[in-house]
């Protein structure tokens, strides 16, 4: 089983920043894919950005140039540093990590972005 915990969240400003990070524990052998989804109220979960193993980067277009993914795999760690922060990106923001077959899910953070 792995675990994710997420921390970071908050209320911040229009034009605010707020990093936010996730731990791994448990019975981690070869992470496939690790990064950071998003659930707004009444919509979907959507991508925000991840890693795949090959190292290589995604992000969701209506947040590039604004949020940087980082990781530190010493630690199993991901952050997501996310400046010039908007009302749109008020949402719960989840932690995944998938390790073949498995996707595994933080609690959520929430992150509110007030105008």
């Known amino acids: 089983q792995v675990r994710l915990v997420e921390s970071g969240g908050g209320l911040v400003q229009a034009g605010g920043s707020l990093r936010l990070s996730c731990a791994a524990s448990g019975s981690i052998r070869s992470i496939n894919a690790m990064g950071w989804y998003r659930q707004a109220p009444g919509k979907q979960r959507e991508l925000v950005s991840t890693f795949t193993s090959a190292g290589s980067t995604t992000y969701a277009t209506s947040v590039k140039a604004r949020f940087t993914i980082s990781r530190d795999n010493a630690k199993n760690t991901v952050y997501l540093q996310m400046n010039s922060l908007k009302p749109e990106d008020t949402a719960v923001y989840y932690c995944?990590?998938?390790?073949?077959?498995?996707?595994?899910w933080g609690q959520g953070t929430q992150v509110t972005v007030s105008s």
């Open positions: 995944s990590l998938t390790q073949f077959p498995s996707t595994y």
